[in-house]
């Protein structure tokens, strides 16, 4: 690294160094005109474009830990060469990238909602079977997105300081977002997950019938595990076993006790799986991202 005048990227520069707010408005009115021209594309060109703009996004981060880059960046170093450079120059614009990243990302999610609507309203203008639940759906939709709104403008900008955690404190706006988010919203929540329990209970009653050697071990695992959490069992089969040893840590039979079975079963046979689980997605997902960063991958809008 040469100690001369750091040169500081054009992205971390002040917006009102530079003319930098013309630039962005510039380059805000020419992706207008890029995402209408794209619209526009023919279907048999649009493969490529989506392609090749795929694989420059996924290149950039592929660079970004793989290409050399400078031990420590100081503020009066300037990098010498073309690989300090390159890696200076990935490391500094990494904020910019992802600024970008979650401005797409916010598009998709737009993107969500304009078909959720679009679903929604097709439904209600046919008047299909349940399309009451739809009008239900965007009602509520509608207004937790503009008291949440409302109440996220007090609580920051408008009323920031006289707003606490006591409820004395509260506008009817956040007590509306009150009532709606944790009196309604998340208690539903709630009710949904028990009435998924259910189904998930019913899954294991069904899994758990003994046919087959695995099915026993399954089901023998999964009592003791099940049994070793529910206290007033654990304690009276871990007293069973201090009669039997007289308390005598060097006994063999305490390896017995309900704590110590399920704890071998989770340190030995669940964690091993869970990690050779994790290994086998981690392996599947980097050849799905291969797949999609090289456009090997079709279907969706490649398609």
Request: with cysteine; charged share 15%.
């Amino acid at each position: 690294m040469n100690l001369l005048a750091y040169q500081p990227t054009w992205w971390t520069l002040n917006p009102q160094d530079n003319g930098r707010y013309g630039v962005l408005v510039g380059v805000f009115i020419a992706g207008m005109v890029l995402f209408f021209a794209l619209s526009k594309v023919p279907h048999s060109a649009r493969r490529p474009i989506v392609v090749g703009v795929t694989f420059l996004a996924g290149l950039f981060w592929v660079l970004r830990y793989l290409w050399p880059e400078p031990i420590a960046l100081r503020e009066n170093e300037l990098p010498n060469g073309f690989v300090e450079k390159t890696g200076q120059w990935l490391q500094t614009s990494v904020p910019f990238v992802s600024g970008i990243a979650q401005v797409v990302t916010s598009f998709l999610l737009g993107l969500g909602m304009f078909s959720l609507l679009r679903v929604h309203f097709t439904k209600i203008t046919r008047k299909q079977k349940d399309w009451q639940f739809s009008v239900l759906l965007l009602v509520c939709m509608a207004l937790m997105i503009a008291v949440g709104y409302a109440d996220w403008l007090q609580r920051e900008f408008w009323i920031k300081e006289k707003i606490t955690d006591d409820t004395t404190t509260w506008t009817n706006v956040n007590v509306v977002f009150n009532i709606l988010f944790e009196g309604l919203l998340q208690n539903m929540d709630a009710a949904m997950f028990s009435i998924i329990a259910f189904y998930i209970f019913s899954a294991a009653y069904r899994a758990f019938r003994i046919r087959s050697m695995e099915a026993t071990l399954l089901m023998s695992s999964a009592l003791i595990v099940m049994l070793s959490l529910m206290g007033a069992v654990t304690s009276g089969w871990n007293g069973t076993i201090d009669n039997m040893t007289g308390s005598n840590p060097a006994n063999l039979l305490n390896n017995l006790k309900l704590n110590e079975l399920a704890g071998w079963l989770r340190n030995m046979v669940q964690v091993p799986a869970l990690q050779a689980l994790e290994f086998g997605v981690g392996l599947g997902t980097l050849a799905m991202a291969l797949r999609l960063w090289l456009g090997l991958e079709r279907g969706g809008v490649t398609e």
